[in-house]
């Protein structure tokens, strides 16, 4: 089974970029490579996903290695509303999704 | 605001009680699941349902008993919980599982928070 592994947390300071790595070593070629974040109180919430190709859309952009063994989601300009728990997941067995534990993003202001 | 309507917000039961948590989709969406997940933990892929079947239980004790009357709700029966059962229980919807369909996000409810006393 394809896992993703994550920092624990990172800090960031108000409207600047933040990069949230995630590693994925033994993703196979069918898996696409989904974001997802939490933020207090309220259920997961998809950001972005892509399979070979950088991607972006309103809320970030996702930046793929060209061997697919890693990704960054960029947030071009972090808000105190992007403080959350930002989840890396490979798509699994049946198209359902596993979450690791995830980054935990502090905005600073 | 969440297209994935859950209720209650709230829920404290005894050990001995009955309940139902309840979800509520109108996207259209025929791929439901069930997620529990206990403080600073991420979710738990606890059920799937696709076309209102069960396709998926990740081997969920059986005091717990999922429903899918219709293409727009997923119910979750309780019965003689455990205080370890107390968590945050989230369902979400997708359009489909299987093909090309599958990418497509899953969208949350805000979850049920469960208390066992």
């Known amino acids: 089974d394809a896992k993703t592994t994550q920092p624990n947390s990172m800090e960031s300071n108000e409207e600047e970029p933040v990069h949230l790595p995630c590693n994925h070593s033994?993703?196979?070629?069918?898996?696409?490579i989904h974001w997802y974040r939490q933020l207090p109180s309220q259920g997961p919430e998809y950001v972005i996903h892509?399979?070979?190709s950088n991607v972006n859309n309103r809320m970030a952009s996702l930046a793929i290695a060209e061997d697919r063994k890693s990704s960054t989601l960029i947030l071009h300009r972090a808000t105190l509303r992007d403080a959350a728990v930002y989840y890396c997941?490979?798509?699994?067995?049946?198209?359902?999704?596993?979450f690791g534990a995830g980054t935990r993003l502090t905005v600073k202001p | 605001d969440t297209e994935v309507t859950q209720t209650p917000k709230h829920l404290v039961m005894g050990m001995t009680n009955k309940k139902s948590l309840k979800c509520e989709q109108h996207?259209?969406?025929?791929?439901m699941y069930w997620y529990k997940q206990k403080a600073k933990k991420p979710p738990e892929l606890m059920f799937v349902?696709?076309?209102?079947?069960?396709?998926i239980n990740e081997s969920v004790p059986s005091r717990f008993s999922p429903e899918c009357p219709n293409s727009s709700l997923l119910n979750l029966h309780l019965h003689a919980l455990q205080p370890e059962d107390s968590a945050l229980y989230l369902c979400?919807?997708?359009?489909?599982?299987?093909?090309?369909?599958?990418?497509?996000?899953?969208?949350f409810g805000d979850g049920t928070r469960l208390s066992i006393l």
């Open positions: 033994t993703i196979s070629g069918t898996d696409y």
């Open positions: 996207m259209g969406h025929r791929a």
């Open positions: 997941i490979l798509k699994y067995n049946n198209n359902d999704m596993r």
């Open positions: 892509g399979l070979t």
């Open positions: 349902y696709s076309y209102e079947k069960l396709s």
């Open positions: 979400a919807s997708s359009q489909r599982l299987g093909g090309i369909s599958s990418n497509q996000p899953q969208h």
